[in-house]
């Protein structure tokens, strides 16, 4: 692999955002990019590389290219840093860090990396181990496990077709094959199978059916619903536990992120005086 190629079109410093701040901060909980010996890379005419500045420059690659081993990533990113380090002695040279853009820059970025390391802190600080627990903790009671059937249906249009299948389905007809042959849903290529749903995701008159039916049992009178007439046979059924702690982590840990980003600026803006002006000058009128 050309890893040269890679970095040049790897992406610039990203500007500093909600969606920025979580996807860098959040994922990234509790763990240090920053190695025990941070001993020296390379030396540039007398300017030393860090191995922490290698590691660092891995997190501003593709996130594909994130995963890869360091040893694979090492020797490309090195001489990248290289050519950074001689390009920076070489415009300091001409004086280029004096002119009035670059200072300008210099600022906008120097401010971009405080607000991203003030939301990190701010972040770190409230997300934690004991908060994000909490948090599982109350989306369970609000979750609590759930029964569910796994059943087919066959449906029709009119009662009378309706209690025909019923009566062909007394004298032995397999449920699946009478479901491909009368039933106008479209699970009727299935034999009518609907997989497994809990009570609030069919309509109610449905759901009140199939869930008073035990194991095998099929519907003896046909179900109206909006949709037609149906005939249901319950397959099994089962209880669905909600996910586990290691399983909602991520997600909940990207959703309080995004509760602190956003706690974070309206209170530093309920302190603040802001006036917004037009594009003509002119005072901006509140909203």
Known sequence: MDMSRVLQGARAPALIGTAVAIALIAPAFGQSTTPAADRVAASVNGVQIRHSEVVAMIETLPAQYQQMPIEVLYPALLDRLIDGKLLGAAGRAKNLHNEAEVKRKLVAYEDRLIQEAFLTAEIRSQVTEDALKKRYDESIKNHPTKEEVRARHILVDTEDKAKAVIAELKKGADFANVAKARSTDPAA?????????????????????????????ISQTPVKTNFGWHVIKVEERRTQAPPTFEDTKDDLSQEMSREVITGVIAGLRDKAKVERFNMDGTPMKAN
């Open 189 to 217: 290529a299935q034999g009518g199978d609907l997989g497994f749903f809990s009570a609030e995701q069919m309509v109610p008159e449905f759901s009140e059916a199939a869930f008073k039916l035990k194991n095998g049992e």
